[in-house]
């Protein structure tokens, strides 16, 4: 069943026009996520037009975009889609009260993938595999009473689930999680994995290039695993909202396959440095803090999303580092298109090496897209480390009130270092260049509450 599976996919893999064509600049190693809670209604217009100034950011292009989760919710056209009634119902079919989701048609759906498409840019699509609402009431023998489990009238006719696809199922009383009141899908049920595999399947034949995977606590990593694999094992990073390290390992442990998570413990950290003044900028970079710390190549890190927006003072200090560390950062959708953190923010006169795009020319042409790091040092208000494998720069973090830098080895040897981006709430003015000496050494400055990246002359 499941060779037979794979080997559909890849005859359907086989048909799609390769990408391309239009594509604009390089790529950056950066992902954007494109909504937030309550967009306005028919959003893949918006986003359509958005993709053509994502591909080019000083020559350089977001690698994906994150969706919303693309399902008909039980809410209709005003669902945000968390709560998928008709998988297969992108937009499609009148059912919930309209034809379109609140995104739009399945039609407009299409027409924004392309715009990404058409500049290389991956689409990732918001998959919640937990729970299922708006089925009809039913009597459930599980539970000797009733259950809105019955979904035989979709009107896809795809994923006809009765009671025996939830919690208490007869094949499993329950699993790692409910979510808000529910049904919550039971995956030990083989039709029920089939079915969800099967239509991701479809969502990729559909033009979706990975998987963010919503509320994986509700679910045992190995249906994040299955998941994942049995749709061609494409880019997926999962939503394991928790500060924990240590609970964090064990799941990506357990999941295996590569899944990326977002980095809830580094997003915490950042918002209590970045919301008061006496925080340690250190634990950025600290084991128990962060989890791109010592796992780089597994980590989504973020500064906000649709669920958090938390961090109100300084929030370009957590983008200067994000942006210029390890781990793949993720730019969310209000800080850059509301918010103005693309050119920097609105409290301080602008400068052309403020703001988040700035940092993604960085990330992208001085880091080759995937930076690689070396701490110099660090303290309760400095943080410095320096890009080693490419064009290379050295990004100096304060989150003190006042100037501060620090006598460095840096990988550039007699050369004059030029701040090429920087930020400050503060004091905005730049840092003035400095030139190292025989042994790469020079001393580093940052402005307070904010970042400085220096780099060789270009
Ligand atoms: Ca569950």
Request: proline share 4%; glycine share 12%; charged share 20%.
């Amino acid at each position: 069943m499941k060779v037979a599976r794979i080997l559909l996919f890849l005859v359907l893999l086989s048909l799609i026009t390769p990408l391309g064509g239009l594509q604009n600049g390089e790529k950056a190693g950066v992902i954007f996520q494109g909504f937030y809670w309550d967009v306005p209604e028919g959003w893949y217009g918006v986003l359509t037009d958005a993709a053509y100034d994502l591909s080019d950011i000083h020559g350089y292009s977001i690698d994906y975009i994150w969706f919303p989760p693309p399902s008909k919710g039980m809410s209709g056209s005003i669902s945000m889609g968390y709560d998928p009634y008709d998988y297969y119902d992108l937009g499609q079919y009148d059912q919930k009260g309209s034809v379109e989701t609140r995104f739009g048609t399945f039609n407009d759906l299409q027409r924004a993938i392309d715009a990404y498409h058409s500049y290389g840019i991956g689409v990732i699509g918001d998959i919640v595999l937990n729970h299922r609402g708006g089925g009809e009431l039913e009597y459930n023998p599980n539970t000797g009473s009733e259950s809105y489990t019955d979904f035989s009238g979709v009107a896809s006719g795809k994923c006809l689930w009765n009671y025996d696809a939830f919690h208490p199922s007869s094949y499993a009383q329950n699993d790692a999680g409910t979510f808000g009141g529910f049904p919550d899908v039971c995956h030990t049920n083989d039709s029920v994995m089939n079915d969800l595999v099967d239509w991701g399947l479809w969502l990729r034949n559909a033009g979706f290039d990975g998987w963010r995977l919503d509320y994986v606590k509700g679910y045992y990593p190995w249906v994040a695993e299955e998941f994942k694999n049995s749709t061609g094992d494409p880019f997926c990073v999962a939503e394991l909202w928790d500060r924990n390290v240590n609970l964090i390992e064990q799941w990506v442990y357990d999941a295996g396959s590569g899944i990326m998570v977002f980095d809830y413990p580094l997003y915490y950290t950042m918002r209590d440095v970045c919301m008061a003044t006496d925080g340690d900028i250190s634990s950025f970079i600290s084991r128990d803090a962060s989890f791109v710390a010592a796992h780089p190549e597994l980590s989504v890190t973020f500064a906000a999303n649709h669920d958090t927006d938390e961090i109100i003072d300084d929030k370009m200090l957590a983008y200067g580092f994000i942006l210029t560390y390890e781990g793949m950062p993720c730019v969310w959708w209000k800080d850059y298109f509301d918010y103005g953190l693309d050119k920097g923010g609105a409290e301080e006169p602008l400068q052309e090496g403020n703001g988040i795009d700035k940092l993604i020319w960085v990330r992208g042409y001085l880091g080759g897209g995937a930076p690689e790091i070396e701490v110099l040092y660090g303290d309760k208000d400095i943080l410095i480390y320096q890009e080693t494998e490419h064009k290379g720069y050295v990004v100096v973090l304060n989150d003190s009130t006042e100037w501060k830098g620090n006598y460095i080895k840096t990988r550039f040897i007699n050369e004059n270092l030029e701040c090429v981006a920087w930020s400050s709430t503060v004091d905005n003015s730049r840092p003035v260049s400095k030139r190292t000496d025989s042994m790469g050494g020079t001393d580093l400055w940052a402005p307070p509450r904010g970042y400085a990246v220096y780099a060789p002359e270009v």
